[in-house]
């Protein structure tokens, strides 16, 4: 068998490490545990206090079906919930609209009103799990939902825990469920920012991801410098808002994959974390240390993850799941072994989050903080890819900003290079995959997958007409009235967006009035 010799991210790697391979600067370059540049971790005592955040990602089909879901997680040991929605909410559109037909519940829980978040969280205790919501475009009105719910429960925003994806500008890059075109996606962004500062102050207001680039294609070095280009963007058009830089930043948090070529994607998460330190201390002038703090959620790779020999699939997330912890995670998804065939069942759920617990409980690293501090192999890694990151993103910046790169298609084709490579690789065995390309067997053993029922569909728009009838319809125009002005003006928008949620108009309603003022984004044809 012959052996690659080069990293995810092309450079060649040597078969045996020395200190001349060094950085000179090594020193400064780590600083200590909790301290700038936050190589090393960003608290000082990392895992030996406690350990990481375990989440996993479950939603699907109603609400009620996903709240079953997590009270079995919870009760297996689940610290944090990680909330997947289906493909018409998160392009902000009901579930009784035309072009939702066919994908409601499908990839995740359908949420159209108050009425489906009240029976998504009913039972759970808000004021003491973390929520995370991967909701991009609709973020603030999900984040709005969850607001109200609790609040009826008698949880205070200030009381919350949790975080909205509501990374606008992967979408642009590597996804697609975007609703308006970036500049007032931007402005949305940003009233966040400035609404959860007085409102939901613990709150996370934004997860820039890289996760989905990498799922798309990435290199470990595409997925940081796109991402962390994305964020400078958020800084400034926060800073722009008139918001002072130490107000939001220690808000912010990222998204990162893990995947299974461990060494590079400990030193990824290391590299990520100097740079973005710089940034923010010496670009924006942050002097607050939170605001330098680069803290992340990770996710196993599951475009790695193969339909083939499942089972093998424990195996890559364990090791994925190993590199996260290595690299200073704060908090970790692990996927189920059967995602690359369908929806988790329960079993591949709880099997997904006994990896973490082994991890944690049953393997040393929670004695130490950064093991790999000084690694000949990991040290080297980390600084060739924070090179090559910060080469990366001063070609995004060449282009102005990150989104007038996004504009020209910059990233997407970088990107869509990268995943065609890994094809080629895939397609000639040069990139071994076991169960796919090598140790394949002749016939694989039967698997019984979790299914969505379709009468999801129909109940969700029956739902929706009963929601529809019993409201106070005068009540919701001049809600959405409301909204409507402060969209066209420059008020915060998120304000009215809660009064018209709290008078029970939809998600497709509220997003459909932003709509009729924003626009829609149309990409362009040459990209």
Known sequence: MSERRSSESGFPIQGVYTA?????????????????????????????????????????GTAAESNARYHQLLRAGTMGLSVAFDLPTQMGYDSDEPI?????????????????????????????????????????????????VAEENGVPGAALNGTIQNDILKEYIARGTYIFPPKPSLRLVADTFAYCRTEVPKWNTISISGYHMAE????????IAFTLANG????????????????????????????????EEVAKFRAARRIWARLMRDEFGAKNPKSMM??????????????????????????????????????????????????????????????????????????????????YVVEAMTAEIEAAAEGLMQRVFEHGSAVEAIEVGFQKREIEQSAYQIAQQIDSGERVVVGLNRFAVDEEEPYEPLRVDPAIEVAQAERL???????????????????????????????????????RATVGEVCGTLREVWGMYRPADRF
């Open 465 to 503: 007409a009963t929601l529809r009838a019993e409201r106070d319809s005068g009540a919701v125009e001049h809600a959405r009235a409301q909204l409507r002005a402060a969209a066209e003006g420059g008020g915060n928008v998120l304000y009215p967006m809660k009064e018209a949620l709290r008078a």
């Open 294 to 375: 680069l803290r992340f959620h990770t996710q196993t790779a599951g475009v790695q993850l193969t339909a083939q020999q499942p089972e093998v699939n424990l195996v890559r997330v364990a090791v994925q799941g190993l590199g996260a912890v290595l690299g200073g995670t704060q908090s970790l998804h692990t996927n189920s072994f059967d995602e690359a065939i369908a929806l988790p069942t329960e079993k591949a759920a709880r099997l997904a989050l006994r990896t973490q617990q082994v991890l944690a409980y049953e393997t040393d690293l929670t004695g130490t903080v950064d093991p790999f501090a000084g690694s």
């Open 232 to 263: 400078v963007e958020y800084v400034r058009a926060a800073i722009a808002a008139g918001l002072a830089v130490d107000d939001f930043a220690p808000r912010l948090s990222f998204f990162f994959v893990a995947r299974t070529t461990l060494l």
């Open 20 to 60: 001349a391979d060094l950085p000179e600067d090594l020193d400064s370059r780590l600083g200590d545990p909790g301290e700038y540049p936050y190589t090393r971790g960003v608290y000082p005592t990392m895992y030996t206090a406690r350990p990481w955040t375990m989440r996993q990602y479950a939603g699907f």
């Open 216 to 223: 798309a294609g990435a290199s470990p070095v595409q997925e």
């Open 100 to 148: 939702a037909h066919g994908e409601v519940g499908k990839v995740g829980v359908a949420i159209d009103s108050i009425e489906d978040m009240r029976l998504l969280f009913d039972g759970i205790p808000l004021d003491k799990v973390s929520t995370s919501m991967t909701i991009n475009a609709p973020g603030s009105v999900l984040l709005l939902l969850y607001q109200l």
